[in-house]
């Protein structure tokens, strides 16, 4: 009897990245001082924490549609967290190595999250 591997949130490649990311940021952030937490950190947190969130909340939805609207949402997401490296460096609050592993983790989440739509639309009925 063959037996049935349903996916799990933890194999899909973009929440893996997105979820690591966002650990990697709080672990920098939570360091800076109070005014650079509270302007910018607080911002580039959220943002961060929006990217393996909405692919969790899409991951967990029903319909195919409800599914890939929250995996877009994760796309915004991750382009607003560009936004907020960028500034972080301008800003001195990171340093180049740090600027450098978040900017490369970002480069990878359009194509991951894009094949997560098409598996999606490819594989679910509803």
């Given at each position: 009897m063959e037996?049935?591997?349903?996916?799990?949130?933890?194999?899909?490649?973009?929440?893996?990245?997105?979820f690591h990311?966002?650990?990697?940021?709080?672990?920098?952030?939570?360091?800076?001082?109070?005014?650079?937490?509270?302007?910018?950190?607080?911002q580039?947190?959220?943002?961060?924490?929006?990217?393996?969130?909405?692919?969790?909340e899409g991951?967990?939805?029903?319909?195919?549609?409800?599914?890939?609207?929250?995996?877009?949402?994760?796309?915004?997401?991750?382009?607003?967290?560009l936004?907020?490296?960028?500034?972080?460096?301008?800003?001195?609050?990171?340093?180049?190595?740090?600027?450098?592993?978040?900017?490369e983790?970002?480069?990878?989440?359009?194509?991951?999250?894009?094949?997560?739509?098409?598996?999606?639309?490819?594989?679910?009925?509803?």
């Amino acid at each position: 009897m063959e037996t049935k591997k349903y996916l799990k949130l933890s194999d899909i490649e973009s929440y893996r990245i997105a979820f690591h990311l966002s650990n990697y940021v709080w672990d920098i952030v939570i360091k800076w001082n109070s005014f650079s937490q509270r302007t910018v950190g607080e911002q580039f947190v959220k943002a961060i924490d929006s990217i393996s969130a909405n692919i969790a909340e899409g991951f967990g939805r029903y319909g195919k549609r409800d599914k890939i609207k929250f995996y877009r949402y994760s796309q915004g997401s991750m382009i607003e967290s560009l936004d907020w490296n960028q500034k972080s460096k301008v800003r001195k609050l990171l340093s180049k190595d740090e600027y450098g592993h978040i900017f490369e983790e970002l480069q990878k989440l359009p194509k991951a999250i894009n094949s997560l739509v098409l598996f999606t639309n490819q594989k679910l009925k509803v």
